[in-house]
């Protein structure tokens, strides 16, 4: 008994013994591949298997070394991939421009594509809640709208058209909440300035009816009906299964103007949202929602075409034009006129005092200024005689010592004028 044990335990050990090492197939001298491929397929492995710095170290190896590698675009992606996958705040700003590197060098390969919508979804994972900061929100709705339009054909455009409304959502979502904020202080001039814009760039946003029954209200209480009469209409014709439909129809009724027909599409969009099921909040998910830092989208649309044009190339609602004002284009196509008046200066001319209305403002147009400068009638600049330019001197001389003491003073009337300063709009309230 005791010699079978011995035989069995010396087997044994010499199996643990005489047990084959593994050995790296990569650097074997059967393998006939490539340097350069046994390079990236190590890296590969590495990252693989999460060692992501040793995986990228290898890459970079593989770009320095062989530049003229076949492996070359995939070891860029990789790297760019490598630091997506790592996570981090640090980590995505590399990958970001890791991916942007890759579409500069690589444009017309398929992977461009994947590599513009990974810098869009790196932007994405990265946003915070609608009151926080929208760096991060503003730079994915930029990306996925270069996405889209720059590849309008890929697999990959209904998962960047449905992540640029949620964007989208998050954006308007935190205009909204600054006018809600405006609008119950009462601050009529400040929530329209915000309500205006988001009505017109995000007519997908699950609260636009109620920015539209806001702006309505606003305007309505500030007696001008014809705009008021506007925004409701747009709430009949554009969002007709919202609550605030009938609301906005006996308000049009009251002002005495035709109530406008239901959009057919409108009402397509609406009954396919209403039909799209929508995760529920549980009770305990709720307080949770205070802690989360990422923002809530379950409230995004669904369906519907998002906003393809850059915020940038828009006009807005504020058109800059010469004569230091600016017109505030409201709907129905009404404009209002603001100046900019610096203190001390009158307001340029044609622009109404502050106080009066646009009406008055194009009564009054055709009057004289106040300010002097409008030439007589049947005068010319050179039918001036010796005296009068005399006086024209000694008068631009005072002007000029004038302006002068007004400069000396300016540092004391700085806190008072400071009120003052900036856009003097021209609204009726």
């Known amino acids: ?158 998962q960047a058209e449905q992540r640029l409304r949620e964007v989208q959502e998050m954006l308007a979502e935190g205009q909204y909440r600054v006018a809600y904020y405006y609008y119950v202080k009462g601050d009529r001039r400040a929530a329209a300035g915000r309500l205006i814009p988001l009505v017109r760039r995000y007519p997908l946003y699950s609260k636009s009816d109620s920015a539209l029954w806001m702006l309505g209200d606003i305007f309505e209480k500030s007696e001008r009906k014809d705009l008021a009469g506007a925004y409701y209409s747009q709430i009949v014709r554009n969002y007709p299964l919202s609550s605030h439909a009938d609301e906005a129809k006996g308000k049009l009724k009251d002002f005495g103007m035709p109530v406008p027909q239901a959009d057919p599409k409108a009402v397509a969009w ?91 403002a194009n009564s009054n147009s055709g009057s004289d200024s106040s300010t002097g400068t409008a030439p007589a009638e049947g005068a010319t600049p050179s039918a001036t005689s010796p005296d009068s330019a005399k006086t024209e001197d000694s008068a631009t001389a005072d002007t000029t010592q004038a302006n002068a003491a007004k400069t000396d003073q300016a540092p004391k009337q700085k806190e008072s004028s400071s009120k003052k300063k900036g856009l003097r709009k021209i609204l009726p309230w």
């Open 1 to 158: 008994m005791c010699t079978v044990m011995l035989v069995c335990a010396s087997q044994c050990t010499a199996q643990i013994f005489h047990k084959k090492k593994k050995v790296d197939k990569s650097t074997a001298t059967s393998n006939t591949a490539e340097p350069d491929k046994q390079l990236y397929d190590k890296a590969m492995a590495d990252v693989k298997r999460g060692r992501h710095e040793v995986g990228r170290l290898s890459l970079q190896t593989l770009i320095n070394t062989y530049p003229d590698s076949e492996y070359l675009a995939k070891a860029k992606l990789a790297i760019a991939d490598s630091y997506y996958k790592e996570g981090g705040t640090s980590n995505t700003t590399q990958a970001i421009n890791g991916y942007k590197d890759f579409i500069v060098f690589f444009p017309f390969l398929p992977e461009a594509a994947y590599a513009q919508m990974q810098v869009a979804m790196a932007n994405y994972n990265e946003m915070a809640k609608p009151d926080r900061d929208t760096t991060h929100v503003k730079a994915a709705e930029d990306e996925f709208q270069a996405f889209l339009l720059k590849y309008p054909k890929d697999p990959l455009v209904p």
């Open 270 to 360: 609406m009954t396919a949202e209403q039909n799209t099921p929508r995760p529920h909040e549980s009770l305990i998910h709720k307080p949770l929602g205070l802690i989360h830092s990422g923002p809530d989208v379950r409230m995004a649309a669904r369906n519907g075409a998002p906003v393809l044009t850059p915020e940038s190339d828009e006009g807005g609602g504020d058109i800059l034009k010469g004569g230091n004002q600016t017109t505030i284009a409201a709907s129905g196509g009404t404009t209002g006129i603001v100046a900019t008046v610096k203190p001390g200066e009158a307001a340029p001319e044609g622009t109404p005092a502050s106080g009066t209305s646009s009406e008055d």
